[in-house]
């Protein structure tokens, strides 16, 4: 197929149909089921794909960056176990010891409620059925352990520490899950503006595990099928360039089946957050 087969119709609809995050593979599906051959199909959406920014911003059209970890064994100082390009997930072992696990899991135990899920309808927390962990969040830096870790968290991924918000630490029981959903606020919500307000977009999080269950509470991306296994003192970072589904960051923490689960979880900010 020639240049000049990609009609301007057919290049405004691939590229209206993948900025609403639409992927390439369900655009071809749709091209085939109405009628193109897959060869000039695959063209066609190479051609318009090909070399458009990833990285945009729903807003401002700008590139949004993201924190890159830098794998390099001298960079890391921890066990790289999995990594996955697209969505970005890294999964990492050995990043806390087991001694910081039960310190910090003592810290947070007295201070536990039942997880608010940040109401973005109307801007504030409520709490959700899809959530039934219990949790707490850390202000920045509010104990040396906490500022331990976070310094490691901002050296490791290259990102200033004044990007991200205090540690939330979560503990499930048996039968306790977190659905799958996403990390970052959704634009369409009125209640997002004043949350954007404090520090941007979040653009990554870092969940650590602080305990390993008995059975159960792995943490899964059902749009890639992958799921990690939670393994005191591991973590998984994964990090999302745009508040879209495109970034296939959709996550949840399946159901504990047996014994208990304790997750500290980071997430960076776009800017500093207050
Ligand atoms: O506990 C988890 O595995 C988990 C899963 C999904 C935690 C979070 N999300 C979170 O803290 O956002
Ligand atoms: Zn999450």
């Not at 059209?61 to 001298?74: E, R």
């Not at 310094?151 to 799958?180: C, M, S, T």
């Amino acid at each position: 197929m020639s240049n000049s087969q990609v009609t301007p119709d057919l290049r405004r609809w691939i590229a209206e149909q993948s900025a609403v995050g639409h992927t390439p593979e369900a655009l071809l599906g749709s091209m085939l089921a109405s009628g193109w051959s897959a060869p000039a199909a695959e063209q066609a959406l190479d051609e318009v794909l090909r070399g458009r920014p990833l990285e945009v911003d729903q807003t401002t059209g700008l590139p949004v960056p993201v924190p890159v970890p830098d794998l390099s064994a001298t960079a890391v100082g921890a066990q790289v176990i999995a990594t996955m390009l697209n969505p970005r997930i890294v999964v990492l072992g050995a990043v806390l010891s087991h001694d910081e696990c039960d310190e910090l899991v003592a810290l947070a135990r007295p201070k536990l409620a039942r997880s608010e899920t940040l109401e973005l309808t109307t801007g504030g927390n409520a709490v959700h059925e899809a959530r039934t962990s219990q949790g707490m969040f850390f202000a920045r830096e509010e104990n040396p352990l906490c500022a331990r870790i976070e310094r490691r968290i901002a050296d490791w991924f290259g990102w200033p520490i004044e990007n991200g918000e205090g540690l939330q630490v979560l503990h499930y029981g048996p039968g306790a899950e977190y659905k799958p959903h996403y990390d970052y606020f959704d634009p369409a919500q009125p209640g997002t503006a004043p949350v954007l307000r404090r520090g941007g977009q979040r653009v990554a999080s870092v969940v650590m595990y602080l305990n390993t269950p008995t059975r159960g509470g792995g943490t899964v991306f059902p749009d890639v099928q992958f799921e990690v296994a939670p393994v005191k003192g591991n973590a998984v970072f994964f990090s999302y360039d745009r508040p879209h589904p495109a970034t296939r960051s959709l996550h949840g923490g399946s159901p504990v089946i047996e014994g208990e689960k304790w997750v500290a979880t980071k997430w960076l900010r776009e800017r500093r957050f207050e």
